[in-house]
Every structure is written in structure tokens, then in C-alpha cells.
């Protein structure tokens, strides 16, 4: 029923900035928990940013200052901003919905931080 498709990954230097766009189908948006995770080379996946239906947002302590999760609920969108990136943000991003306690994925998109 749900489907996920990231987009906005890609090659970035240093303190530059990427904005990651989830669009989201199949389910009430409206109402689903979304956040975003990240999975490095031979490294668990680990969550990002996380926003409510409410709006209320966490951010890993990695990301904190750096990263703003959003929401469009009239879009069906989740973004994640990202600014001043370091090296150690090089990952395969992946957009998250959760309902019922049940976590569905996109296919991930690729954000490489490199000089």
C-alpha cells in the first residue's frame, strides 16, 4: 500500500547543502510519523530526523543545528534539509513513513560529501 521515492541526493563539497524530498503514497499521510535515515559504508542504519503528524521533530545529535525535517501534508512530501555537511554525512539516505508501529522504506538515495 505505501510507496516511498527519494529524490535531491548527490555529490556535494564540505559545508554545502542538499535538500532530500520524499513524495509518499498509499497511505494518510496525514497521520504517519516520517523520518529520515542514513546508512554508511559498513555501518547499522541509523536514524536521522524524525517529524510527527503534529509537526513535533527530533534530530540525531550528529545532525542537530545542521538538518531540518519538514512536511507537506497537502503535497504527501517529507523533505530534509541539510546544510554545512561534513564528510561523515556521506551515506545512502532513506525516507522513512511509520504507522502501526510498522516502518515502510524508500529505495534510498545516495548523498556523497567529498572535496
Known amino acids: 500500500q505505501v510507496q516511498l521515492v527519494e529524490s535531491g541526493g548527490g555529490l556535494v563539497p564540505p559545508g554545502g547543502s542538499l535538500r532530500l524530498s520524499c513524495a509518499a503514497s498509499g497511505s494518510m499521510f496525514n497521520i504517519d510519523i516520517m523520518a529520515w535515515y542514513r546508512q554508511a559504508p559498513g555501518k547499522q542504519r541509523e536514524l536521522v530526523a524524525r517529524?510527527?503528524?503534529?509537526?513535533?521533530?527530533n534530530y540525531a545529535d550528529a545532525v542537530k543545528g545542521r538538518f531540518t525535517i519538514a512536511r507537506d501534508n497537502a503535497k504527501r512530501m517529507a523533505y530534509l534539509q541539510m546544510n554545512s555537511l561534513k564528510l561523515e554525512d556521506t551515506a545512502v539516505y532513506y525516507c522513512?513513513?511509520?504507522?502501526?508501529?510498522?516502518?515502510?522504506w524508500g529505495q534510498g538515495t545516495q548523498v556523497t560529501v567529498s572535496s
Open positions: 517529524i510527527t503528524s503534529t509537526g513535533s521533530r
Open positions: 522513512s513513513l511509520r504507522r502501526a508501529s510498522v516502518d515502510y
